[in-house]
């Protein structure tokens, strides 16, 4: 049902540095690129996962982003890739029914 998602980063290079560094833990990789700068992510041929600029309001919003993953290896391969890169663990991976 859901096309793509985009979120608005203030700092889009660091945060392109980041979802670089986790995306390709699950086979994800930058697709498409814009001036502004705005970066399209996914599992070629389409993007479906957009970062770009802040363009409304101030700081964080706060949001739950789920990605698949093809197994558990990869899970864990993504989660330790984003806590190297500096992102703060509410918890550990787990299996949600």
């Not at 502004?36 to 041929?45: L, N």
């Not at 409304?56 to 990605?67: L, S, V």
């Given at each position: 049902?859901l ?55 101030n ?13 558990r ?9 984003g ?15």
């Amino acid at each position: 049902m859901l096309d793509h998602l985009s979120i608005q980063c203030t700092d889009v290079a660091a945060s392109a540095a980041f979802y670089d560094a986790v995306l390709s833990t699950i086979g994800g990789e930058r697709i498409l690129e814009y001036p502004g700068p705005t970066i399209g992510y996914g599992v070629p041929p389409m993007p479906d996962f957009w970062i770009g600029p802040a363009t409304t309001g101030n700081g964080f919003r706060e949001a739950h982003i789920a990605f698949s993953a093809p197994d558990r290896a990869a899970v864990d391969r993504f989660f330790e890739a984003g806590v190297s890169a500096g992102a703060e663990p509410l918890h550990e991976p787990r299996v949600w029914p």
